[in-house]
């Protein structure tokens, strides 16, 4: 049963803390991508991969940092510098050389920080 | 600045009835343009998707129309049904840019009994 996974659902940290927000994906994707979704915005690409051992900022990329040691695993890492980091944030996953543009998202986790 | 300018931000229908949503997009470049459909608290799905080489996709009960001259393209929701309530939100790429998307902003579709 192929698809993405991201753990937890749901994570609540204090103010300061870093934390990490897991993907995993069973899909043979190439490409990988963050979002953070907030009420009546939309969705805003955080960070993308095009393949292991790289990765390119988005449009909201401050404040935030990511992996991608594994074609399957693309950890997004909310650091303290990020000012605002209470949202949705959505892994999402693609093949664009045989999809051609076909994202493929996971469930969210939902980010509270105190 | 938003890319992809979506319409309306609400949208009321009863059951039955017709649902539309409206995109519109600057970038002449762009060739993929998909819709997706979210339930709260879940991730995206897509919907249906078009190309700009036709103006219009059906699937099913959802229809896309394209409008390449004027820049904008619909989403049509036919005999919408209650289970049809949910956010939609229309996007547009560049499938050479390893499909980094712009979304708009999302409309949220309540279907009345």
């Known amino acids: 049963d192929g698809g993405i996974t991201q753990s937890p659902k749901y994570l609540f940290r204090k103010e300061g803390q870093n934390v990490t927000l897991s993907c995993e994906q069973n899909l043979n994707h190439d490409a990988m991508y963050w979002y953070r979704q907030d009420p009546g915005q939309g969705l805003r690409l955080i960070y993308y991969s095009q393949i292991v051992n790289d990765f390119q900022k988005g449009d909201i990329a401050e404040g935030y940092s990511v992996s991608r040691e594994k074609k399957e695993s693309f950890p997004l890492t909310v650091t303290s510098a990020q000012k605002n980091p209470t949202a949705f944030y959505l892994c999402a996953s693609s093949n664009p050389g045989q999809g051609r543009g076909e994202q493929y998202f996971g469930p969210g986790t939902r980010l509270t920080v105190t | 600045q938003q890319q992809v300018k979506q319409s309306p931000q609400s949208l009321i229908v009863q059951k039955g009835g017709i649902s539309i949503i409206n995109c519109a997009y600057e970038?002449?470049?762009?060739?993929?343009f998909p819709w997706y459909q979210q339930f709260p608290g879940k991730g995206p799905a897509l919907l249906i998707a078009?190309?700009?080489?036709?103006s219009e996709k059906k699937e099913g009960r959802f229809t896309i129309s394209f409008n390449k001259s004027a820049k904008q393209f619909s989403l049509h929701i036919m005999d919408s049904q209650p289970g049809d309530s949910a956010t939609y939100f229309c996007a547009a790429a560049l499938t050479d840019s390893w499909g980094k998307f712009q979304f708009g902003a999302g409309t949220q579709v309540v279907v009345t009994p």
């Open positions: 970038n002449t470049a762009f060739d993929y």
């Open positions: 078009i190309r700009p080489d036709v």
